[in-house]
């Protein structure tokens, strides 16, 4: 068990949940956990799988060399946006797991806020591609650690 960058004002009423090391990109995984930021557990949970449905946009503001524009961006007050399918699976996934930590707390599901989510860059991984002239280039990939912590709340806000 590793430390949290924060830990919550109230354990009782909390549950988190993390992943070290994992294989998806982290640039895309952290502006899809940027979206997810103060958003009730439920609306979290439609949001990542209307993505994957393409229904509904990730916007990219930060790292968004080269991301095209979309319409369904104008939503969110940008222009550029993608669906990244494995980060909003990752954390579709690591959503439900801090869900199930929650109702082993004894917490109302339906109360739930994602209260901290953040994304860090973990160590780089190394495969090699081969060029002309008989060279070899690196072929690196840019995985990822995500910390997520859920509070209940009084009272959610419609979303």
Known sequence: MGRYSIEPDNATKSAKARGTNL???FKNTRETANALKRMPLNRAKTYLKNVIAKKE?????RFMGGVGN???AKVHGTSQGRWPLKSCEFLLDMLKNA???AEYKGLDADHLVIDHIQVQRAPKMRRRTYR???RINPYMSSPCHI???LVEKEQTYAA
């Open 99 to 101: 869900e199930s930590n």
């Open 23 to 25: 294989r998806v990109h």
């Open 147 to 149: 910390e997520m912590t």
């Open 57 to 61: 946009i990730i916007p990219f503001r």
């Open 70 to 72: 979309h319409a369904q």
């Open 132 to 134: 002309a002239h008989g």
